[in-house]
């Protein structure tokens, strides 16, 4: 009986991760790289900490590129495709990672802040994906991976806009999946839970007991522990793999 093996090498693929420069995003980074894939790196604002993942990346052997742009600018998207193609070449896989939470009751939200989370939360997927199709589907070979939230199934008191974003995010991905599936093309979202970050950190004074009481598993995630499944979605080996989502969180949400 012949063995199957993992086919987890990301050799001469090339990989945009927007939002790469910190927390998940940064463990994407250099996840992917340690596969082999050039990778990358989009920060908004962290040019610093952009340029240590890719010395990071450099260290180890591989190729990486840091590269700025506004994602909620509707321009920035393909921009930031074409300065990727033109210094590493065309997207292979792209991590649309890019997010930002601000706080605000629905009765407080400002047209503003509504219309800013689904510019970066939603809007930035959308146009970086239609920018890096083209070049897919020319070579019949792509990963599209998208990451979403367990707001998007529970929704989040303050947080509105951000849930409704993440969640319209899991219908683009699986209206994606549809569209591009003859295309060699597969499109998947990972929901991670609490994962620590800056985000977590930020929020979750007073309220680590009440989060870990919700988590079976009794304690939070590490980004490397997200990157893994997101990593997984972008090798070979998930080639039947299109229109899933798949939760990170100890068992916080299941089904």
Known sequence: MQQYRLNDDLTGRVALVTGGSRGIGRAVCLALAAHGA???VHYRGQAEAANEVVGLIAEGGGKALA???DLSEPGAAAFLVEQVAANLGPVDILVNN???????AVVDMSDEQWEESMALNL????RCARACIPA???RQWGRIINVTSQAAYTGSANHAHYAAAK???LGLT???AKELATSGITVNAVAPGRIVTELLVSLSPGREQEWLAQTPMRRFGRPEEAAAAIVFLATESASYITGANLNVNGGQLMG
Do not use: R
Not at 123 to 126: E, K, Q, R, S, Y
């Open 167 to 169: 969640a319209g995010l």
């Open 98 to 104: 890019a997010g930002a939470m601000t706080h605000a």
């Open 136 to 138: 897919m589907k020319a």
């Open 174 to 176: 699986f209206s994606l």
């Open 38 to 40: 050039a990778v990358a």
């Open 123 to 126: 809007g930035a997927a959308f």
């Open 67 to 69: 590269v700025q742009a």
